[in-house]
């Protein structure tokens, strides 16, 4: 009885350890994604800054895209990394908590980040002779602040609705970061409520911002249809293709995510979602943008000839 009614101070990851004899192979594995994710989001930031012809809005949101996803890996993988390699696999309650925000700040402002994106393409299509003066370098930073404050609103309401809850006795989670329906699990009183509040709030701010972003596009597909040439109609869609994909990947993942039913949805299923989130789309972003970008191409290749890198070397 005692032993239930002590205090949480510290968090402990089952994570993968029902695959004990593979966590050699997950750490490299996980290791390697984590610096691919590094380098090809970071090669984004410093092609897109290095060359002048980028210097707009929608490249200036692009760079915001791929702090926001080496933000995100970084706080999740680094942890993941050394409790593989690690017998204790523990994080602090603090520690936790603090992990928690971070991922729910980097992915709500994602979430807010695509949204703007998709405007900034609406504009360029629908408005193209107002662009310029629209899409002004101080709309276009105030619309990026806007988001990261968003973000960092909805980190902070849903991490300490969470961490003010009672936690004893029990402290194993289930997974292998700090997600949130691992961690109501462990606490010590009904969390329908609150389950049922967070999911309610997450699902309305997702829907709210893929209705802006659904407005958006159907206005560009209205703008690209009345169009006569067949070139024109080519080269506004590809203005927004690599943002659609984009769109597609990560919304399909937060509606799945939001959609899990609560605190009775497996483990399995949790660390399945979680691995989508934080290894999938951050992963292949950059991949969705640049190869189908031909000034992100000449730009990069630029940048490597400039700098003496070979990708193959």
């Given at each position: 009885?005692?032993?239930?009614?002590?205090?949480?101070?510290?968090?402990?990851?089952?994570?993968?350890?029902?695959?004990?004899?593979?966590?050699?192979?997950?750490?490299?594995?996980?290791?390697?994604?984590?610096?691919?994710?590094?380098?090809?989001?970071?090669?984004?930031?410093?092609?897109?800054?290095?060359?002048?012809?980028?210097?707009?809005?929608?490249?200036?949101?692009?760079?915001?895209?791929?702090?926001?996803?080496?933000?995100?890996?970084?706080?999740?993988?680094?942890?993941?990394?050394?409790?593989?390699?690690?017998?204790?696999?523990?994080?602090?309650?603090?520690?936790?908590?603090?992990?928690?925000?971070?991922?729910?700040?980097?992915?709500?402002?994602?979430?807010?980040?695509?949204?703007?994106?998709?405007?900034?393409?609406?504009?360029?299509?629908?408005?193209?002779?107002?662009?310029?003066?629209?899409?002004?370098?101080?709309?276009?930073?105030?619309?990026?602040?806007?988001?990261?404050?968003?973000?960092?609103?909805?980190?902070?309401?849903?991490?300490?609705?969470?961490?003010?809850?009672?936690?004893?006795?029990?402290?194993?989670?289930?997974h292998f970061f700090c997600d949130i329906l691992p961690v109501l699990r462990l606490v010590s009183t009904?969390?329908?409520?609150?389950?049922?509040?967070?999911?309610?709030?997450?699902?309305?701010?997702?829907?709210?911002?893929?209705?802006?972003?659904?407005?958006?596009?159907?206005?560009?597909?209205?703008?690209?249809?009345?169009?006569?040439?067949?070139?024109?109609?080519?080269?506004?869609?590809?203005?927004?293709?690599?943002?659609?994909?984009?769109?597609?990947?990560?919304?399909?993942?937060?509606?799945?995510?939001?959609?899990?039913?609560?605190?009775?949805?497996?483990?399995?299923?949790?660390?399945?979602?979680?691995?989508?989130?934080?290894?999938?789309?951050?992963?292949?972003?950059?991949?969705?943008?640049?190869?189908?970008?031909?000034?992100?191409?000449?730009?990069?290749?630029?940048?490597?000839?400039?700098?003496?890198?070979?990708?193959?070397?």
């Open positions: 009885m005692e032993e239930n009614l002590t205090a949480v101070t510290e968090f402990i990851f089952l994570g993968f350890s029902d695959l004990q004899h593979l966590q050699p192979l997950l750490f490299v594995l996980i290791l390697l994604i984590y610096l691919f994710t590094l380098i090809e989001n970071g090669l984004v930031i410093a092609v897109t800054v290095a060359d002048l012809a980028l210097h707009t809005p929608m490249y200036f949101f692009l760079r915001n895209l791929s702090v926001l996803e080496i933000c995100y890996t970084s706080g999740v993988f680094p942890k993941t990394l050394t409790n593989l390699l690690s017998e204790k696999q523990a994080l602090s309650f603090l520690g936790c908590a603090v992990q928690m925000y971070f991922y729910l700040f980097f992915g709500s402002t994602e979430c807010g980040l695509l949204t703007v994106m998709s405007y900034d393409r609406y504009i360029a299509i629908c408005n193209p002779m107002r662009y310029s003066l629209i899409m002004s370098r101080k709309v276009t930073l105030s619309l990026a602040a806007m988001m990261w404050i968003v973000g960092k609103l909805v980190a902070c309401e849903q991490t300490a609705a969470i961490f003010m809850l009672p936690f004893h006795g029990l402290n194993k989670i289930n009904d969390t329908s409520l609150i389950s049922a509040i967070i999911s309610f709030l997450t699902m309305l701010f997702t829907i709210v911002l893929l209705i802006l972003i659904i407005t958006s596009y159907a206005s560009i597909i209205c703008t690209i249809l009345k169009m006569h040439s067949g070139e024109g109609r080519h080269k506004a869609f590809s203005a927004c293709s690599s943002h659609l994909n984009t769109v597609i990947l990560f919304y399909c993942s937060a509606i799945i995510t939001c959609m899990r039913p609560s605190p009775n949805v497996s483990a399995d299923t949790d660390r399945a979602l979680a691995l989508l989130n934080t290894v999938i789309i951050p992963t292949f972003n950059p991949i969705i943008y640049s190869p189908r970008n031909k000034e992100v191409k000449e730009a990069l290749r630029k940048y490597l000839t400039k700098n003496n890198i070979s990708l193959f070397s």
